[in-house]
């Protein structure tokens, strides 16, 4: 897929004068002159097959799957993802006690299922003992935690992931953490082409980095980590793939930064139409959404238009 930006004149001029202004003000301020950087040094993985793909260079993604429609991060959310023409599903991976790798966004357990405590301290078995479903709606009562291997086997050839690895699964010794679980598992099924890694946790994305290189991975924009590092700066110290922001930090400086790289923008977690019409206006990438039934109709009227 190309993943090519969708830019105006008017659009490249109105950021041009932004960037002018907004790389003025960091200078006056004092910021160090690498956070304008627009260069990578590295080369980027190819960006994850899509399975499912209308040919308009911008990616429909279900955030935790139609999470708008079904309880987030379980089967029936991939399910619906799935007949919604959904071109990637985002999921969150999560280690039980006993190390499998879950399909869980929640430190605690408390919100979305019948249990209580730190998913951590239970075991896969009473993991898929809880009720993940009657939080939402009664047409979900007895939904189940997946697993992610559970996933990969149902969206091997069918669809492409995101899969966000959450801090709260990493362990300092390197075999007991999460880094090379997903990534035997994606080996496992002959998946890398068809799936890209992300965190917030940057520790996570240096050993991918390191396990699996091949493997796309996107680092998820975490300021405390960057420090005043721009965008590139990060994607550079990290040899990401891809850089994915929530809407309110993709200012047009960062846009600015980004465009020249070719570096895949994409963008969480978005449910109004109107926000999403204005993102794609401004060439992101690809969008995450709990509602990807909504995003495609958008994306659709708004690419489709001369």
Not at 33 to 55: C, M, Q, R, V, Y
Not at 68 to 84: D, I, R
């Amino acid at each position: 897929m190309n993943l090519r930006r969708h830019f105006s004149s008017q659009s490249t001029l109105k950021l041009s004068l932004g960037f002018f202004f907004a790389s003025a003000l960091l200078f006056f301020s004092g910021c160090q002159s690498e956070s304008l950087t627009t260069k990578l040094t590295h080369e980027l993985a190819p960006f994850p097959e899509l399975i499912i793909d209308n040919g308009d260079d911008f990616v429909v993604i279900a955030h935790r799957g139609a999470s708008g429609y079904a309880p987030e991060n379980t089967m029936p959310a991939m399910e619906l993802a799935y007949e919604m023409s959904a071109e990637m599903i985002e999921v969150d991976v999560m280690l039980s006690r006993d190390g499998v790798p879950v399909l869980f966004h929640d430190a605690k357990v408390d919100e979305l299922t019948d249990g209580t405590g730190y998913l951590k301290d239970y075991s896969l078995e009473e993991l898929q003992a809880l009720d993940a479903g009657s939080w939402f709606s009664e047409e979900y009562v007895g939904t189940t935690i997946p697993t992610l291997e559970e996933l990969l086997v149902w969206a091997q050839g069918k669809m492409t992931l995101n899969v966000e690895i959450k801090t709260e699964a990493f362990r300092e010794e390197l075999e007991q953490s999460v880094e090379p679980k997903v990534v035997a598992l994606v080996e496992k099924y002959d998946m890398a082409n068809q799936v890209i890694f992300s965190s917030f946790d940057y520790q996570i994305l240096a050993r991918l980095q390191e396990l699996a290189p091949s493997i796309p991975a996107a680092v998820l924009y975490e300021a405390v980590q960057s420090g005043r590092k721009g965008p590139i700066d990060v994607v550079n110290e990290l040899q990401a793939d891809g850089f994915n922001c929530s809407w309110r930090l993709y200012s047009e400086q960062w846009q600015q930064l980004l465009e020249p790289s070719a570096v895949p923008v994409l963008i969480y977690t978005v449910n109004e139409a109107e926000q999403m019409a204005e993102l794609i206006q401004r060439g992101v990438n690809g969008i995450f959404s709990d509602y990807p039934d909504v995003l495609a109709e958008v994306a659709t009227a708004e690419l489709s238009t001369p």
